[in-house]
């Protein structure tokens, strides 16, 4: 069977690609990778081949792409911070810098809605260091004013972690902005393979050896085993927050599976982090186990940036039950 074809409107698809000049593509090898490149050269034919089953999902996935690099020119994408909290204390310890799409027809997306699009384009290399420096500029923009220093999280995809220079551009960014390096967090997704483990590992350890700090995210929802762990040069662990659902049920899987990781993430003094923390009886189970590194929406949704200066100002007053008020 010959492939569906299309047709292109080849003027309305370059104006929407030229409007999209990636800064962070330096050479012309790497805008050649870029989606809208390689739409525009499919569009120098007039049609374009897109297979021969569900040919509309085919052509959604592309349009996407285009989006997704269209969206960073004109400035859809912003970041929202979901505080760590210290439960000891009731202090903000940390922020999970979290990226949303403002997308002009669909509304707020979600990064599950767009990520999985962006590396598999390639598109995730811009989108991250867009992220990155602009999460270090509004940390630095904080500590300026006199608030609580805390470190940021910020998630990073197998994919950058295949990129030769990633470690020098965090470097770059770090001195762009002038944040201190203790305060990045830069969080490994679990839940895909990384494609040059011997690379991501050698980059994982410049950047810890520079001071900041490596931290395995998600962890227990992918391929990691805990001898992979003692294999990369780490600071930390985030447990999944499908582990924290099952509790404080004493006899439960996820209770076996928190302790033995704790135990684990104590012998290799790597801080140990709670995600998906909903209720009171979660946290009070997770301090009885010494585990007082939480995060989730007990203490607090995402917050826009605006709305994270009150929480760093001043210690959380902890419920007893249901969410915090600040």
Same mark, same amino acid.
């Given at each position: 069977?010959?492939?569906?074809?299309?047709?292109?409107?080849?003027?309305?698809?370059?104006?929407?690609?030229?409007?999209?000049?990636?800064?962070?593509?330096?050479?012309?090898?790497?805008?050649?990778?870029?989606?809208?490149?390689?739409?525009?050269?499919?569009?120098?034919?007039?049609?374009?081949? @897109?297979?021969?089953?569900?040919? &509309?999902?085919? =052509?959604?996935?592309?349009? $996407?792409?285009? %989006? +997704?690099?269209?969206?960073?020119?004109?400035?859809?994408?912003?970041?929202?911070?979901?505080?760590?909290?210290?439960?000891?204390?009731?202090?903000?310890?940390?922020?999970?810098?979290?990226?949303?799409?403002?997308?002009?027809?669909?509304?707020?997306?979600?990064?599950?809605?767009?990520?999985?699009?962006?590396?598999?384009?390639?598109?995730?290399?811009?989108?991250?260091?867009?992220?990155?420096?602009?999460?270090?500029?509004?940390?630095?923009?904080?500590?300026?004013?006199?608030?609580?220093?805390?470190?940021?999280?910020?998630?990073?995809?197998?994919?950058?972690?295949?990129?030769?220079?990633?470690?020098?551009? @965090?470097?770059?960014?770090?001195? &762009?902005?002038? =944040?201190?390096?203790?305060? $990045?967090?830069? %969080? +490994?997704?679990?839940?895909?393979?990384?494609?040059?483990?011997?690379?991501?590992?050698?980059?994982?350890?410049?950047?810890?050896?520079?001071?900041?700090?490596?931290?395995?995210?998600?962890?227990?929802?992918?391929?990691?085993?805990?001898?992979?762990?003692?294999?990369?040069?780490?600071?930390?662990?985030?447990?999944?927050?499908?582990?924290?659902?099952?509790?404080?049920?004493?006899?439960?899987?996820?209770?076996?599976?928190?302790?033995?990781?704790?135990?684990?993430?104590?012998?290799?003094?790597?801080?140990?982090?709670?995600?998906?923390?909903?209720?009171?009886?979660?946290?009070?189970?997770?301090?009885?186990?010494?585990?007082?590194?939480?995060?989730?929406?007990?203490?607090?949704?995402?917050?826009?940036?605006? %709305?994270?200066?009150?929480?760093?100002?001043?210690?959380?007053?902890?419920?007893?039950?249901?969410?915090?008020?600040?």
């Amino acid at each position: 069977m010959e492939p569906t074809l299309f047709e292109v409107n080849t003027s309305e698809l370059s104006r929407a690609c030229d409007s999209w000049a990636p800064r962070d593509l330096k050479s012309s090898t790497e805008s050649l990778g870029s989606p809208c490149f390689a739409l525009q050269a499919a569009a120098q034919e007039e049609e374009i081949a @897109v297979g021969e089953h569900r040919p &509309e999902l085919a =052509l959604g996935a592309l349009s $996407l792409e285009v %989006e +997704l690099g269209c969206a960073l020119r004109r400035e859809e994408f912003f970041v929202h911070y979901q505080p760590k909290v210290d439960s000891t204390t009731g202090r903000v310890i940390g922020l999970e810098v979290l990226v949303r799409w403002g997308h002009p027809e669909l509304g707020i997306m979600s990064p599950s809605n767009f990520i999985r699009a962006a590396e598999e384009s390639g598109f995730i290399v811009p989108l991250g260091d867009w992220v990155l420096r602009k999460a270090c500029s509004q940390n630095k923009a904080w500590q300026a004013q006199g608030l609580a220093p805390v470190h940021i999280g910020v998630n990073v995809s197998p994919v950058q972690l295949g990129e030769e220079n990633f470690a020098s551009r @965090v470097r770059h960014i770090l001195a &762009e902005t002038g =944040l201190a390096p203790e305060y $990045l967090h830069l %969080e +490994l997704t679990e839940r895909a393979e990384i494609p040059n483990d011997k690379l991501a590992t050698r980059i994982m350890s410049e950047l810890r050896d520079s001071g900041v700090h490596t931290v395995a995210d998600n962890f227990g929802a992918g391929y990691s085993s805990l001898s992979r762990l003692e294999a990369l040069p780490l600071n930390g662990l985030k447990m999944h927050h499908s582990f924290v659902k099952g509790l404080p049920e004493e006899k439960s899987s996820s209770s076996k599976f928190i302790r033995a990781l704790l135990a684990f993430s104590r012998s290799r003094g790597l801080e140990f982090v709670a995600q998906g923390v909903e209720t009171a009886e979660q946290r009070a189970w997770l301090e009885s186990q010494g585990c007082d590194r939480l995060q989730g929406y007990l203490f607090s949704k995402p917050l826009p940036p605006d %709305e994270v200066a009150r929480w760093l100002r001043r210690p959380l007053t902890l419920p007893a039950e249901g969410r915090t008020n600040v």
